[in-house]
């Protein structure tokens, strides 16, 4: 059981991969291109235009197949670290585009040997084979921009300064949605284990539907923050709430290794935070923010069995709604946020349908309460969801520094 990543917002939707940095000289993956789009120039030529555009249909359909079962290996490398899975992911999707290439391509000789020929004709072949074979690169490389600007450690870094990559960014429609969602799940990176070796407990059951009345629900929102910051390469986003004047709370693996903090309120004001007490162990972190007038939500203990609702920003996008019923309530042996001790944690455990970016969100009961704060979700159990009680919150709550604390180092790469 793994607790949510930080959603990246280096995949490339406008206004998140637009954080880039200014365009210089050609890098290392500008070069990578550029041989291959000279490559697939010669090739292209030598092959001619109906091999080499059906050899790139090819490549195209088994994509298209291996990105619909990439799902079920992400669930299967669940324990992989962010790079590796990465790797693993692009070797499979290439090694089946590549075989759908290779049908494409022995497809397209084929048809192309019974075409009569002629001197004009095969030149104007050859030309148009070139073109296709440039053409298609771009287009890959179009296609990729989830996963390289999404996975960890360098290969963010060649995407984000590429100046071929930012050209075409600028000049492309976003990628497919699925290609999109690629990226994101290449990204989430392996935080917490809830739960040791022996397992957690079987799962809560039905998923509740109902929601707080508006009235409640009005003053929730009000006090309820997206928290933004940059480590590892990527932008990381969580959610949070605000649980005292000035103070929020989120989870520590949103704020891991971050050096700059922002937290937006429900107005969408930005606000610069300072990290004033970090707890690997529980996955809590508070942050002080001067200015933040949102008011504070009360905390405290409810029942197992009690109705309840998470307030966060899923997959960093808009405030989102997530019923839960709190099922049971344990004291889980795991790890920290860096898997190198074993803590235990008093958690509830949830009815509910989270995402990524819901971490650090409020589990605020019927009367605008915040009884937990969520912090995990269970991969193997759909509709199984984890969050730290109230007596977690509380004693992190008690002991916050004045000035900022090291927040560690992050959790991708």
Known sequence: MTAWSPTPASSPTRGSWRR?????????????????????????YRLGFLARSLSWIGLALAVFVAIRFVPDLMTALAG???????????????????????????????VQQHIPGGEVLHRGDQAGGATVGVFG???????????????????????????????????????????RELG???????????FGPDGGPRPPGEVPTTFLAPEVDARVRASVVRVEGQACDQIQ????????????????????????????????????????????????????????????????????GALAVVYGYSRGGPLSLSPARIAERIVARGSDIYRTSETRRDVFVLAADLE?????????????????????????FAGTAYALTDAELSAVLASVARDSVDTGYCLIG
């Open 20 to 44: 880039r940095p200014e365009r210089g000289p050609l890098n290392l993956l500008d070069a990578v291109i550029l041989v291959a789009i000279v490559a697939a120039a010669i090739g292209g």
């Open 80 to 110: 992989a670290s962010p790079r590796g899975r990465l790797f693993a992911v692009l070797a499979f999707v290439f090694g089946l585009g590549l075989l759908g290439q290779a049908l494409g391509l022995a497809v397209g000789t084929l």
């Open 137 to 179: 690169v771009l287009v890959l490389v179009w296609l990729l921009v989830p996963a390289l600007t999404s996975a960890p450690g360098w290969p963010a870094r060649e995407a984000r300064g590429s100046t071929i990559v930012s050209t075409i960014d600028d000049v492309a429609p976003e990628p497919p949605a699925s290609l």
């Open 184 to 194: 994101r799940m290449v990204a989430e990176a392996p935080y917490p284990e809830v």
């Open 237 to 304: 986003k969580g959610s949070g709430f605000v649980a005292a004047p000035g103070i929020v709370v989120t989870n520590a693996h949103v704020v891991a290794g971050e050096r700059d903090t922002t937290v937006l309120d429900a107005e969408g004001g930005d606000h610069r935070a300072t990290v004033v007490r970090f707890d690997p162990r529980r996955d809590l972190a508070v942050l002080r923010v001067p200015g933040l007038d949102a008011p504070p939500l009360a905390h405290g203990d409810t029942d197992v």
């Open 356 to 380: 990524p970016g819901d971490s650090g969100s409020a589990l605020v009961d019927e009367q605008g309460t915040v009884v937990g704060v969520a912090f995990a979700i269970d991969p193997a």
